[in-house]
């Protein structure tokens, strides 16, 4: 049931998920399989080049040997023997059945086929086995005057060394070809690889230039995003700009309402009217600044973070401890980073108390750690919290100020401009929020070459 309620055999579960994994899996498939057809293929060549070698041979030392004793030659044995060929002449057979066989079967059709007036006589063949391992040919033919002429062909288990070099030379070739196969697709795949992490990181708000480089495909891959980026980011802008003027023109009457709470005489109705403007103006800034952070534009720039958290951190004086054991100079993007931080700070202020900002070394870079002691945030709610507008009953009552837009819009600045923002436990009680700085990149190309 679990592999269907996914849409896949269970069995297929093992395959690798990514295209080009699979691409090279098929493709090794398909060259070992080719492999193995022709090193079996190169077996039967050798088993039944052997065998035909081995038979002609033994079927002209046959025919000759026969003649030559029908003709009174005495020395048959010492003419005939050769550097593979043993024979001699006796009275009794080498090979006493005649029952050849299964493996030599194909070997005594061979003979006769070469020689076919031996098929009426009375041929034996058999196998001898040498202390190193290795099989001769031996067999018995009755001559005309009743002897028996023995023989025995050398190496019949050796194969042939054409076979054996054309075998070395396909796998060596075919492991090449594996390697190149699948390097190839590596490459091939590159462009799709980074095509999925730049889908990811335009998804977050990020701005990359696709260089329109390499095949026609990728051009035309590359362009297409780079359009497409154009087309959100106008469309962001719209509607950061439809904002822009809807709270512009909300403030006029708001800045009225303000005005005239001056001039009701109920002090309560009056503190309710100018407490709600001022609630309604601190909401617009908040929305103005959390759409801001979408399609905000900046250049990076030689950033000391010292000084940076110092300017984010003045507003709420002595609220705000810093701990900086060095001196952290880096490139980076100073207007987001310090709207981040001090979002951070001043939601570490308002539900914790104060905060403590310490900037410390993170691998070859930097981070900045923002801790408060107020009642922090479970591990499971982590996630929500970057959430426009989410709030914890239990941390954040209405009266405490606030709209839920402070850490999203550190989050959105963070993941459009490729920095992070990370929540962990602090160790002691209350939230420790931890900001890892964007790094410009470079100009990104689906093809490299």
Same mark, same amino acid.
């Given at each position: ?121 009375? =041929?034996? =063949?058999?196998? =001898? ?256 919290? =970057? ?63």
């Amino acid at each position: 049931m679990e592999s269907a309620r996914h849409g896949l055999p269970g069995r297929l579960r093992l395959l690798p998920r990514r295209l080009v994994p699979v691409a090279i899996l098929v493709f090794l498939t398909l060259g070992v399989v080719q492999l193995v057809a022709s090193v079996l293929f190169y077996h039967a060549i050798d088993t039944e080049t052997v065998r035909q070698d081995h038979a002609r041979r033994v079927a002209e030392l046959l025919v000759v040997a026969d003649r030559l004793e029908s003709r009174g030659m005495l020395d048959v044995a010492s003419i005939m023997t050769t550097e593979h060929l043993a024979v001699e002449l006796g009275s009794r057979p080498i090979v006493t059945t005649d029952e050849v066989p299964a493996r030599l079967v194909p070997v005594r059709d061979a003979i006769l086929a070469w020689e076919p007036a031996l098929a009426n006589r009375a =041929l034996h =063949l058999g196998l =001898l086995q040498t202390e190193s391992r290795t099989e001769h040919l031996i067999g018995s033919i009755e001559l005309a005057d009743g002897n028996w002429l023995n023989f025995r062909s050398a190496g019949f288990s050796a194969g042939w060394p054409v076979v054996l070099r054309a075998t070395v030379m396909t796998v060596l070739l075919a492991l090449a070809a594996l390697l190149a196969g699948a390097l190839f697709l590596k490459g091939l795949g590159r462009p799709l690889r980074l095509l999925a992490d730049a889908s990811e990181r335009i998804g977050e708000g990020a701005q990359l230039e696709f260089e329109v480089k390499g095949p026609a495909d990728v051009q035309r891959v590359s362009r297409a995003f780079n359009d497409m980026q154009s087309r959100i980011g106008r469309l962001i802008g719209d509607q950061a700009r439809a904002f822009e003027a809807i709270s512009h023109d909300l403030r006029t009457p708001l800045g009225r309402v303000t005005l005239a709470s001056d001039m009701v005489k109920d002090e309560d109705i009056r503190a309710i009217i100018a407490g709600s403007s001022r609630e309604m103006v601190a909401l617009l800034d908040s929305l103005r600044g959390f759409l801001r952070a979408q399609h905000m534009e900046c250049e990076p720039e030689q950033v000391d973070l010292q000084q940076l958290v110092r300017t984010a951190a003045a507003p709420w004086g002595d609220k705000v401890k810093i701990r900086a054991e060095d001196e952290g100079h880096l490139t980076t993007y100073r207007e987001p980073l310090q709207i981040a931080l001090a979002a951070l700070i001043d939601n570490a202020v308002n539900f914790g108390g104060g905060a403590l900002v310490a900037i410390e070394p993170a691998g070859r870079g930097w981070c900045i750690a923002v801790m408060d002691r107020g009642p922090g945030i479970p591990a499971h709610l982590h996630h929500l919290i =970057l959430d426009p507008f989410f709030r914890i009953d239990d941390a954040r009552a209405r009266n405490v100020s606030g709209f839920g837009l402070g850490i999203p819009t550190a989050h959105r600045l963070m993941q459009r401009f490729g920095g992070r923002l990370l929540f962990e436990e602090n160790r002691g009680g209350g939230l420790r929020a931890v900001l890892y700085p964007p790094a410009p990149p470079g100009p990104t190309a689906l093809f490299a070459g």
